[in-house]
């Protein structure tokens, strides 16, 4: 039985990740799970800079998810090499390391940068973090700025460059083809969708960012409907997440058109989801005799 | 300390102690590392609400296996908390954060305050204090003459009681009762309302001692890696770099002079 | 303590109706509710002609909510008029027809034909379904599209007019704008949000029009972000609606700006939700003593 | 025909009749208005879940104002129900749905077939049937030797089984069990899978008898207003006017001639 998948040339041992933001750079969910089992830890989006992130309360609670509004706190690309690297160094895992900025050459910076740190796979483009004022976002919802953003980080990038996607988009059929033509070496989405909580008794915002970026369960047939119309609109790999929790997500981001997926928000329901996430892709494969995962990919009709 | 885990966890007995405050055991194999001033994450089983609710752990039998949690209901998730009956197999996420140093206090005249749903944690403080031969002083406020614990309290502390309306003890707040009935002390421990933590810094600077006070911030990972629960701190902590200490693992507890309040 | 909420002239006794297509034209439902304690029934979208709608199956559920893809079944607006403004004649509540077409065209016949029904004291437009492969949903996805079918509306139109506007876009300020500046008289959102759901077991979309339309309280946070923005960007009347299961739910959407909300897929889990509704704002309103629920309108901080 | 409405039931008793096969009795007051072929929403007490299970009503016992239900746990839904014990309030929502047209089949030679988990909504069927004095042939197509609710059915009807493993009876389905029994019949009443019905629909054709089909498909509201479950029609009906019938409402049982299945 082969989990093993390929993405833009890097192999992955199985073609479970995790969403960015949701597993530091893996330090803490060392203490519950093998971080070798996992196919990749992506990390926390690093900026050229530290960046203090948003005011509390910077998360809440919705109905089969939540939203938050961390605002890409990050201690920097100084501290991150220094410390989370040399972290991941003793693991036998993909490492792919999620890049953050409020302008193209704060990008530009952390990616050239990364670009000798060999412990790096692959670098993830954050270009639709929703609770940023600057930059982020304005980049994931225009397929101009898309496009522009995506070719100027390939010409400087020496790792494989993947270009996270807003799903707050009209199409993301169109930006997922603007990233491809830029040279995107492959796309994954969705990051969160913008949403909001009022409390009604305090008559304020639950957050103090007034918006957060939705993420769970709840948000799981958005994303696999966006997994599903990107991945026939590009030739490009495509790491599908969204409200993954089970083995049986997974293979539905899979037959929708993933080549890997990335388990976000649920790590905090259950510390074990990403392993819960390995063992369930195995035992559907076996149930049903699928010989290579990449046989699942697309097979929806 | 032990790993973390998200485990099983037996209720073994539920009351009610005031109105809305609830008093459960549970028995838990994170019993045997629990430390006071810790909390864990329960688990509503509802599955629309699917993170952790942090609920500090208020008395520790490392006999029986078994923690003891107060909590008052506040929402969805404590509501459904109320419900539980003895034998009733929950899911807990724990142990989490570090406790109160009881280092820093053993030895001296040390107080624990608390102030409404920050009265539980203090128990197991002033337990363990006592146990290790400290004289210690429990400074307790409540709203009214529901003063729920305090006849755990009285078991290993000198109690003083305020009260917001006056119905029992001191009618005022913990400072006000420090000072009626002239409390006085080398260390405070302390966890409740953010106008009391305030107060106690403050008091605590005025005074030239120490306060060790427990924080509170929404929470969705509970163990230090989604950056929700951040505090702001006067030096650049360790983990951020930026002046954003996680409660939930660098904390609760924090020297009240190292964190922005 | 009033209740009393005012759209384009159109005064209603409560700013509870019920979401297009979730509630026939009140039929089924007055078997379990009081139609008079409503403040508006809002029908099934209803064309020019009779339209099939799309082949079963057509609904499905997911975490928190459900898929539908109906696809605009409808019986054509002469029986519409005929049987379903029959039986509305006896009930002392608001009427707000939903009106749908594959073509400007379409639309304008419907408007015109109901311009002398005295029943009818409202049109909604819907120009967000996305269940339906012309027209619809495409108008609803382009400002431009979007202006120039209002304004022909808007021409003919002799009730007031509420544009239904669609979550899958990038801008939803924009698109409020844009039916604003052409002339409506209100707009109404969210409609259901595109999405997808994949057996896996079967290897099969769920649905057989493979996407399908989201509601239910797992998309609440991204319907009450975007009536925030929407009533923020325009000064004509919002009415809210996604999720809503409760009076407290209502509550967050008028803090969040709305007029009037409207109670869709939650009528399928509890066929009493829009009277737990009515009487939920009132109790919230008792509670914190608010004499008028307009004075609750954005009152966010 | 009484007001639909969704109400509390307590459960009386829930026991296994097969592999995956569940049993269960229902108090409720609805009982008092049910006719075999309609069936009830059950809601999963699981907040993720928020649609109603349609399960047709296998008995109805009205002096004890209680439903059968039996079911088969297939997903989330069913699993949960599998769980409830004696005493376990429920929800449910009905009744709902225009059940067997018992008149059609009254003294006259009436067979009632079921296959698989279309079995259960035959009983009461044939029960009131025969109580009403029209002798009955029940025909059942099981997996294997599994053959539930076949010892209740010979309370009220000749008994033919029909096992797909040929285990017990005609190995084959309802048809060849039909013909190898040379059960003759005027009218059939059935509830089963999709090719089953277009058989008995082919049969009745051929036989030129009448038939009446249990139909199912997905549903939402379960009472006729949102439009899902609908099944195609010969004529336009007087609902859609585009040949699209409601199964929730205008079904689930439909004259075989009526529908294109
Ligand atoms: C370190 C720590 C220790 C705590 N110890 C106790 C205790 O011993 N006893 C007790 O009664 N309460 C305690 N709390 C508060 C307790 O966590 C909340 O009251 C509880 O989570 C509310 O859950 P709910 O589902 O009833 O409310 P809801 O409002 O329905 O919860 C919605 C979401 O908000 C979060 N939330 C709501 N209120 C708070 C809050 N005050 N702090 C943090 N998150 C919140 C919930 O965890 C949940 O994610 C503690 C909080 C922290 C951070
Ligand atoms: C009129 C009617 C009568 C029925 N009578 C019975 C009965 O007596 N006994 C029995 O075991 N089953 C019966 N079924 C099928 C039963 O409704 C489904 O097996 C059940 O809803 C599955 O729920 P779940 O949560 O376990 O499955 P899940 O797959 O988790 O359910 C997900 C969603 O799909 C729906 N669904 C899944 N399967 C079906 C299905 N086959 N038909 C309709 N909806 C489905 C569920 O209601 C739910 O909304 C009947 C269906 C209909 C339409
Ligand atoms: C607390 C939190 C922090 C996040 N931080 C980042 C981030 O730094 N960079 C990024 O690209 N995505 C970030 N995300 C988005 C996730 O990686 C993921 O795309 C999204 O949450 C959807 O997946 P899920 O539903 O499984 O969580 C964050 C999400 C959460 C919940
Ligand atoms: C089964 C179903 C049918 C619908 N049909 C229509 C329709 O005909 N016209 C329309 O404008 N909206 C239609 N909608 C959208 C709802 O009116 C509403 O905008 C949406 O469902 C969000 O609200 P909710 O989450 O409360 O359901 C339909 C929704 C559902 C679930
Ligand atoms: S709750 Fe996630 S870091 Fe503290
Ligand atoms: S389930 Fe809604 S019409 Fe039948």
Same mark, same amino acid.
């Given at each position: 039985?082969?989990?093993?998948?390929?993405?833009?040339?890097?192999?992955?041992?199985?073609?479970?990740?995790?969403?960015?933001?949701?597993?530091?750079?893996?330090?803490?969910?060392?203490?519950?799970?093998?971080?070798?089992?996992?196919?990749?830890?992506?990390?926390?989006? /690093?900026?050229?800079?530290?960046?203090?992130?948003?005011?509390?309360?910077?998360?809440?609670?919705?109905?089969?998810?939540?939203?938050?509004?961390?605002?890409?706190?990050?201690?920097?690309?100084?501290?991150?090499?220094?410390?989370?690297?040399?972290?991941?160094?003793?693991?036998?895992?993909?490492?792919?390391?999620?890049?953050?900025?409020?302008? /193209?050459?704060?990008?530009?910076?952390?990616?050239?940068?990364?670009?000798?740190?060999?412990?790096?796979?692959?670098?993830?483009?954050?270009?639709?973090?929703?609770? /940023?004022?600057?930059?982020?976002?304005?980049?994931?919802?225009?397929?101009?700025?898309?496009?522009?953003?995506?070719?100027?980080?390939?010409?400087?990038?020496?790792?494989?460059?993947?270009?996270?996607?807003?799903?707050?988009?009209?199409?993301?059929?169109?930006?997922?083809?603007?990233?491809?033509?830029?040279?995107?070496?492959?796309?994954?989405?969705?990051?969160?969708?913008?949403?909001?909580?009022?409390?009604?008794?305090?008559?304020?915002?639950?957050?103090?960012?007034?918006?957060?970026?939705?993420?769970?369960?709840?948000?799981?047939?958005?994303?696999?409907?966006?997994?599903?119309?990107?991945?026939?609109?590009?030739?490009?790999?495509?790491?599908?997440?969204?409200?993954?929790?089970?083995?049986?997500?997974?293979?539905?981001?899979?037959?929708?058109?993933?080549?890997?997926?990335?388990?976000?928000?649920?790590?905090?329901?259950?510390?074990?989801?990403?392993?819960?996430?390995?063992?369930?892709?195995?035992?559907?494969?076996?149930?049903?005799?699928?010989?290579?995962?990449?046989?699942?990919?697309?097979?929806?009709? | 300390?032990?790993?973390?885990?998200?485990?099983?966890?037996?209720?073994?007995?539920?009351?009610?102690?005031?109105?809305?405050?609830?008093?459960?055991?549970?028995?838990?194999?994170?019993?045997?590392?629990?430390?006071?001033?810790?909390?864990?994450?329960?688990?509503?089983?509802?599955?629309?609400?699917?993170?952790?609710?942090?609920?500090?752990?208020?008395?520790?039998?490392?006999?029986?296996?078994?923690?003891?949690?107060?909590?008052?209901?506040?929402?969805?998730?404590?509501?459904?908390?109320?419900?539980?009956?003895?034998?009733?197999?929950?899911?807990?996420?724990?142990?989490?954060?570090?406790?109160?140093?009881?280092?820093?206090?053993?030895?001296?005249?040390?107080?624990?305050?608390?102030?409404?749903?920050?009265?539980?944690?203090?128990?197991?403080?002033?337990?363990?204090?006592?146990?290790?031969?400290?004289?210690?002083?429990?400074?307790?406020?409540?709203?009214?003459?529901?003063?729920?614990?305090?006849?755990?309290?009285?078991?290993?502390?000198?109690?003083?009681?305020?009260?917001?309306?006056?119905?029992?003890?001191?009618?005022?707040?913990?400072?006000?009762?420090?000072?009626?009935?002239?409390?006085?002390?080398?260390?405070?421990?302390?966890?409740?309302?953010?106008?009391?933590?305030?107060?106690?810094?403050?008091?605590?600077?005025?005074?030239?001692?120490?306060?060790?006070?427990?924080?509170?911030?929404?929470?969705?990972?509970?163990?230090?890696?989604?950056?929700?629960?951040?505090?702001?701190?006067?030096?650049?902590?360790?983990?951020?770099?930026?002046?954003?200490?996680?409660?939930?693992?660098?904390?609760?507890?924090?020297?009240?002079?190292?964190?922005?309040?």
């Amino acid at each position: 039985m082969n989990t093993q998948v390929e993405i833009a040339g890097v192999e992955f041992k199985n073609p479970v990740m995790v969403g960015s933001g949701t597993f530091g750079s893996g330090v803490e969910y060392s203490e519950f799970v093998d971080l070798n089992k996992l196919g990749a830890v992506v990390t926390k989006g /690093v900026a050229n800079v530290p960046w203090p992130g948003n005011p509390v309360p910077r998360v809440t609670e919705v109905y089969g998810g939540m939203l938050n509004a961390i605002g890409l706190q990050n201690p920097g690309i100084d501290v991150f090499v220094e410390r989370d690297l040399s972290f991941l160094k003793d693991y036998d895992t993909r490492v792919i390391v999620n890049v953050c900025g409020k302008s /193209v050459e704060d990008y530009l910076e952390v990616v050239e940068r990364l670009g000798d740190e060999k412990r790096v796979d692959m670098l993830e483009i954050n270009v639709s973090c929703p609770n /940023v004022k600057e930059g982020a976002i304005a980049f994931g919802q225009n397929k101009d700025a898309l496009f522009d953003i995506t070719s100027r980080i390939k010409k400087v990038a020496k790792q494989p460059v993947i270009m996270k996607l807003s799903p707050n988009v009209t199409s993301i059929s169109e930006m997922a083809k603007a990233a491809e033509a830029a040279g995107a070496d492959a796309i994954s989405l969705i990051n969160t969708i913008t949403g909001m909580k009022i409390d009604i008794h305090r008559r304020k915002f639950a957050l103090a960012n007034k918006t957060g970026g939705m993420s769970g369960p709840a948000i799981k047939p958005v994303a696999v409907r966006m997994v599903y119309e990107a991945s026939h609109a590009v030739n490009i790999p495509v790491i599908g997440m969204g409200g993954i929790a089970s083995g049986d997500d997974a293979i539905e981001f899979i037959m929708a058109g993933a080549t890997a997926v990335a388990v976000g928000a649920m790590n905090f329901h259950d510390p074990y989801t990403t392993m819960r996430v390995v063992e369930g892709i195995e035992s559907y494969m076996r149930r049903y005799n699928v010989e290579d995962i990449n046989d699942l990919r697309g097979c929806v009709e | 300390m032990a790993k973390k885990a998200k485990i099983e966890a037996r209720v073994l007995s539920q009351s009610i102690l005031a109105e809305g405050i609830y008093d459960m055991w549970l028995e838990t194999e994170l019993a045997m590392d629990a430390h006071p001033g810790q909390f864990v994450g329960v688990y509503p089983a509802n599955k629309a609400t699917l993170l952790p609710r942090p609920i500090s752990i208020c008395e520790v039998d490392k006999e029986k296996s078994a923690l003891r949690l107060v909590y008052r209901v506040v929402g969805s998730g404590t509501a459904e908390f109320a419900l539980y009956q003895p034998g009733d197999i929950i899911m807990i996420l724990g142990i989490l954060g570090n406790g109160f140093p009881l280092e820093a206090a053993e030895g001296k005249r040390a107080v624990v305050m608390g102030g409404g749903i920050g009265v539980p944690p203090l128990l197991q403080t002033a337990k363990e204090l006592s146990q290790k031969g400290t004289e210690v002083t429990a400074v307790m406020g409540y709203r009214n003459e529901e003063t729920f614990l305090s006849d755990d309290f009285k078991k290993y502390a000198k109690m003083v009681i305020a009260t917001e309306d006056g119905s029992v003890g001191t009618k005022g707040n913990v400072i006000d009762a420090m000072n009626e009935n002239s409390v006085e002390c080398d260390v405070i421990l302390a966890c409740g309302p953010m106008p009391m933590l305030r107060a106690i810094k403050q008091y605590a600077q005025d005074k030239g001692i120490k306060a060790y006070i427990s924080l509170e911030e929404r929470m969705a990972c509970g163990v230090g890696a989604c950056l929700g629960c951040v505090c702001k701190t006067k030096e650049a902590d360790h983990h951020s770099h930026v002046h954003n200490a996680r409660i939930c693992t660098d904390g609760p507890v924090f020297d009240a002079e190292d964190v922005e309040i």
